[in-house]
């Protein structure tokens, strides 16, 4: 499982450790981008998508929504599952995210047990 990557969009730095060291003791690769600005300098500088991507809604720079129009406008990463990792938990935002081209949406606080199971569903059905 040591060739999945994952990146973290996320600009909480606790949060941003917590799920760097959840995915990594399953076994997952990780990069981590702290806010907008380098969330886009990763997709932009990667000549190969990750396995998956965990996304913030509220960035600095950039937010959540725009990052997933550049992940979608990208070639070859059209079809990178997006997992939407937000404080944001109104039907209106949730919509918004999955209209923009998100796969799927978890409300902070999360619970590491749900979300490990998101992520695995989703790189199941990449496979």
Same mark, same amino acid.
């Given at each position: 499982?040591?060739?999945?990557?994952? %990146?973290?969009?996320? $600009?909480?730095?606790?949060?941003?450790? =917590?799920?760097?060291?959840?995915?990594?003791? +399953?076994?997952?690769?990780?990069?981590?981008?702290?806010?907008?600005?380098?969330?886009?300098?990763?997709?932009?500088?990667s000549?190969?998508?990750?396995?998956?991507?965990?996304?913030?809604?509220? %960035?600095?720079?950039l $937010?959540?929504?725009e990052?997933?129009? =550049?992940?979608r406008?990208?070639d070859g990463? +059209?079809d990178?599952?997006?997992?939407?990792l937000?404080?944001?938990?109104?039907?209106?935002?949730?919509?918004?995210?999955?209209?923009a081209g998100?796969?799927?949406?978890?409300v902070?606080?999360?619970?590491?047990?749900?979300?490990?199971a998101?992520v695995?569903?989703?790189?199941?059905?990449?496979a």
């Amino acid at each position: 499982m040591t060739d999945t990557s994952i %990146l973290i969009i996320e $600009d909480d730095e606790h949060i941003g450790q =917590i799920l760097t060291f959840i995915l990594q003791r +399953q076994g997952y690769q990780t990069t981590l981008a702290g806010d907008g600005l380098a969330a886009r300098q990763a997709v932009e500088g990667s000549s190969t998508p990750p396995s998956l991507v965990l996304l913030d809604v509220m %960035l600095p720079y950039l $937010d959540g929504f725009e990052v997933v129009r =550049i992940i979608r406008a990208r070639d070859g990463w +059209q079809d990178v599952p997006i997992v939407m990792l937000t404080a944001k938990h109104t039907e209106k935002d949730i919509v918004r995210a999955l209209d923009a081209g998100a796969n799927d949406y978890v409300v902070k606080p999360f619970q590491p047990n749900e979300l490990l199971a998101r992520v695995r569903r989703h790189l199941k059905e990449q496979a």
